[in-house]
């Protein structure tokens, strides 16, 4: 079964405005971690953002917000004012049972990406 | 800032040959992983290892995959016979500890011909 589902995999944004990109989860564990990561062309990873499912508020970084619908499953990416150098596919990802055994290797699960490209 | 290194950017290797990509985690971090990303695809969960030990891998993770912490700085994934479909990014990331985040390394490349 999908356990993240990124419903759109290719959006587009006019340079200086906002957008979501989505991001729903499956899963049965009370305690998770939700993670938006970017990938610019060049390859590489990068971390954007952290959401815990205790955490009662959304996350912030800079111009990135987590929108998170525990209720709904959901972990939307808000990205405000948004910049030629956003563009990028996105992922987002998910780590089960933080409350784990100590050795336990608490791996991502990620989604399919979105491609986000920012229009001048 | 601290980063994950990984060698090298890019290999390419015969069908059949056995390839070692290296990784250099960030030097207080105990929890380490291999990841891979087929062209266009996303990303998938290989193998975690913690304490000198592969603590959980996926199926994709078979017998012709290893991994190896061989003194304390280096992690290494070893493919013995590598097939056409090894094709693909591979990302080292680690973590310092488990509900964390993690870093990832900026990938290497393998294309088998």
């Known amino acids: 079964a999908q356990k993240i589902t990124q419903t759109q995999p290719g959006m587009f944004v006019q340079e200086k405005e906002a957008v979501t990109l989505d991001c729903t989860y499956d899963t049965s564990d009370q305690s998770y971690g939700l993670f938006w990561y970017k990938q610019p062309s060049s390859g590489e990873m990068i971390f954007l953002i952290y959401?815990?499912?205790?955490?009662?508020q959304n996350a912030t970084e800079g111009r990135y917000s987590l929108n998170f619908q525990k209720a709904r499953k959901s972990a939307n990416l808000v990205i405000s004012a948004s910049q030629l150098g956003d563009s990028a596919m996105y992922f987002c990802a998910m780590r089960e049972g933080l409350i784990m055994i100590y050795n336990q290797g608490g791996k991502l699960i990620f989604g399919q990406g979105t491609e986000l490209s920012v229009k001048p | 800032e601290p980063e994950v290194t990984q060698t090298p950017s890019h290999q390419v290797t015969q069908m059949g040959q056995e390839v070692i990509l290296r990784c250099v985690p960030i030097s207080n971090h105990l929890y380490f992983y291999w990841y891979r990303q087929i062209l266009g695809q996303k990303v998938e969960f290989l193998v975690s290892?913690?304490?000198?030990?592969?603590?959980?891998k996926s199926e994709i993770f078979d017998d012709q995959f290893s991994v190896e912490r061989p003194d304390g700085s280096n992690f290494t994934l070893k493919i013995r016979s590598t097939k056409l479909e090894d094709s693909a990014m591979y990302f080292c990331?680690?973590?310092?500890?488990?509900?964390?985040?993690?870093?990832f390394g900026s990938g290497t490349r393998l294309t088998v011909v």
């Open positions: 290892f913690y304490n000198n030990e592969i603590s959980e």
């Open positions: 959401q815990g499912s205790y955490d009662e």
């Open positions: 990331a680690s973590s310092e500890r488990q509900i964390y985040g993690y870093t």
